[in-house]
Nanobody, 120 residues
Framework: QVQLVESGGGLVQAGGSLRLSCAAS????????MGWFRQAPGKEREFVAA??????TYYADSVKGRFTISRDNAKTVYLQMNSLKPEDTAVYYC???????????????WGRGTQVTVSS
C-alpha cells in the first residue's frame, strides 16, 4: 500500500497563489508517476497535472502556464498554483500510479483531498 497525504489548500483571492504538497509513504517502489486531480462542486473529477520520477510533466490545458508540478527526492510532489481563478475552486486530490496517465482509473492510490477556494 501507498499512503498519500495532501496539504496546502486554503482560501485565496483571484490572482493569488497557493502551493499544494503531497507526501507519499509506504510501498512507493511501485509508483512511477504522481498526479493531481480536482473535483469542483457538481462536476466530475478531472485531471490537473502529472509528473514521472524521471521528471516528465503533463498538464491539463486549463492550467497550463499557471500551474507547475514538481517533486523532490523524498517522494513528495508539489503543485504550485499561480494566477488562480474562481473556476479553480475544487477539492484537489493527489494520486499515484505505476505509469504516467491523465486517466484517473489508472491511478491506484489516492489522498483524501484538500480544499482550494478562490474568491472573486
Amino acid at each position: 500500500q501507498v499512503q498519500l497525504v495532501e496539504s496546502g489548500g486554503g482560501l485565496v483571492q483571484a490572482g493569488g497563489s497557493l502551493r499544494l504538497s503531497c507526501a507519499a509513504s509506504g510501498r512507493t517502489f511501485s509508483v512511477n508517476a504522481m498526479g493531481w486531480f480536482r473535483q469542483a462542486p457538481g462536476k466530475e473529477r478531472e485531471f490537473v497535472a502529472a509528473i514521472t520520477w524521471s521528471g516528465g510533466t503533463y498538464y491539463a490545458d486549463s492550467v497550463k502556464g499557471r500551474f507547475t508540478i514538481s517533486r523532490d527526492n523524498a517522494k513528495t510532489v508539489y503543485l504550485q498554483m499561480n494566477s488562480l481563478k474562481p473556476e479553480d475552486t475544487a477539492v484537489y486530490y493527489c494520486a499515484a500510479a505505476p505509469g504516467t496517465s491523465r486517466v484517473q482509473g489508472d491511478y491506484d492510490y489516492w489522498g483524501r483531498g484538500t480544499q482550494v477556494t478562490v474568491s472573486s
